[in-house]
C-alpha cells in the first residue's frame, strides 16, 4: 500500500496526474518515465492493472482513467494503512496523458538528498506549497527504502562526521546495509511504526531518526521546522493537513478529452 502512496506522488509530479508513469515502452528510441532512475523502484503497477480491469468489467473500460484509479489507490492505501483514520474524498474525472518520456523524470521528483530550498522550488513548481511540502513529506511515515538512497556518493547519512543522524540508528542501518553479495538492502523509513500512516515521522525528524537528507533539511529553515513541530503534536492536525494535501496534489495538470484519452489498458495508449 505505501507503494500506491508513492506511485501516486510519482505519477502527479511528472506531466501531472495523467497516468503517464504506467505506459510501457513500445517504441525503441523513446524509453517511457517508468524506466527513470526515480522510478525503477516503483511498485503496484499489477494493482493498478487489476483495479482497472476489475472497473472495466463493471462500467466498461472507457468511463474510468487508469490517472484516477491511481489517485484512488492511493487515497484507500492511505485510509487502510491509518487504521481507517485519514479518510477523504479524492475528485476524479482525471483523463490520462498520451506521452510518457524518461528524461522528464529526474528533473520533477525531488531526490532524496534534496535540501530544504531545492525542495520547496520543486512543489512550487508543481503549485503546492512549502508547508503542503512539509505535509507531504509525511508519506515518509510508512513505506521503505533502499540503502543506496540515503548512503551513496550523493548523501552519505551513515558517515559521523557529515551526518546528524542518532548514532544508534546509524549503527543499526549499517548493520542492514551490509552485503556480501552487493545487494543494494531495504530499510524500513519510519523506525517507530513503519506500517502506519500517522505524524510519528515528523517526530523521528526531530529526534534525527530519519534516513533522507531530504527529511533532516526540513529542519534547516524556519517555515519549515516550525511547521514540522506543529504536526508532531498528537492533534489531529496533520491528518487533517495531509487529506487537503494528498486532494490538491491529485490535482496537478489535470488533462481534460481535449488533450487525454480514457486508457482501455494502462499500459499503452488506446491509438496503439
Known amino acids: 500500500?505505501?507503494?500506491?502512496?508513492?506511485?501516486f506522488f510519482h505519477d502527479c509530479f511528472v506531466r501531472g496526474c495523467d497516468a503517464s508513469v504506467l505506459l510501457d515502452q513500445v517504441d525503441p528510441n523513446s524509453p517511457p518515465e517508468k524506466f527513470g532512475i526515480p522510478n525503477l523502484s516503483l511498485r503496484g503497477f499489477e494493482v493498478i492493472?487489476?483495479?482497472?480491469?476489475?472497473?472495466?468489467?463493471?462500467?466498461?473500460s472507457d468511463v474510468v482513467s487508469c490517472a484516477d484509479v491511481v489517485a484512488f489507490a492511493g487515497?484507500?492505501?492511505?485510509?487502510?494503512?491509518?487504521?481507517?483514520?485519514?479518510?477523504?474524498?479524492?475528485?476524479?474525472g482525471r483523463y490520462d496523458g498520451l506521452v510518457s518520456f524518461i528524461n522528464e523524470t529526474l528533473p520533477n521528483l525531488p531526490p532524496p538528498f534534496a535540501t530544504v530550498d531545492q525542495l520547496k522550488a520543486n512543489f512550487?513548481?508543481?503549485?503546492?506549497?512549502?508547508?503542503?511540502?512539509?505535509?507531504?513529506?509525511?508519506?515518509?511515515?510508512?513505506?521503505i527504502s533502499h540503502c543506496s538512497s540515503f548512503s551513496?556518493?550523493?548523501?552519505?547519512?551513515?558517515?559521523?562526521?557529515?551526518?546528524?543522524?542518532?548514532?544508534?540508528?546509524?549503527?543499526?542501518?549499517?548493520?542492514q546495509c551490509k552485503s556480501d553479495t552487493g545487494s543494494d538492502n531495504t530499510v524500513v523509513q519510519d523506525i517507530k511504526?513503519?506500517?502506519k500512516v500517522d505524524n510519528k515521522y515528523y517526530k523521528n525528524v526531530l529526534s534525527h531518526e530519519v534516513l533522507f537528507s531530504s527529511d533532516a533539511a526540513l529542519m534547516t529553515a524556519d517555515d519549515t521546522s516550525a511547521a514540522v513541530r506543529a504536526n508532531a503534536k498528537?492533534?489531529?492536525?496533520?491528518?487533517?493537513?495531509?487529506?487537503?494535501?494528498?486532494?490538491?496534489?491529485?490535482?496537478?495538470?489535470?488533462?481534460?478529452?481535449?488533450?487525454?484519452?480514457?486508457?482501455r489498458k494502462c499500459g499503452v495508449v488506446n491509438s496503439h
Not at 487515497?75 to 476524479?92: E, G, Q
Not at 513548481?125 to 515518509?140: N, Q
Not at 551513496?152 to 548493520?175: A, H, K, Q, V, Y
Open 1 to 7: 500500500m505505501a507503494g500506491l502512496i508513492r506511485l
Open 49 to 60: 492493472d487489476a483495479a482497472k480491469a476489475r472497473i472495466g468489467k463493471e462500467c466498461g
Open 75 to 92: 487515497r484507500d492505501a492511505t485510509y487502510f494503512l491509518s487504521n481507517k483514520k485519514v479518510y477523504f474524498n479524492m475528485p476524479a
Open 124 to 143: 512550487a513548481s508543481k503549485g503546492l506549497t512549502a508547508d503542503e511540502m512539509v505535509t507531504l513529506s509525511g508519506a515518509h511515515t510508512i513505506g
Open 152 to 175: 551513496s556518493s550523493f548523501s552519505d547519512r551513515l558517515n559521523p562526521s557529515t551526518s546528524d543522524m542518532d548514532p544508534t540508528l546509524m549503527s543499526s542501518l549499517r548493520e
Open 193 to 195: 511504526t513503519p506500517n
Open 234 to 263: 498528537d492533534n489531529g492536525v496533520w491528518e487533517e493537513k495531509f487529506k487537503a494535501a494528498m486532494v490538491r496534489m491529485g490535482a496537478i495538470d489535470v488533462k481534460t478529452n481535449l488533450n487525454g484519452e480514457i486508457r
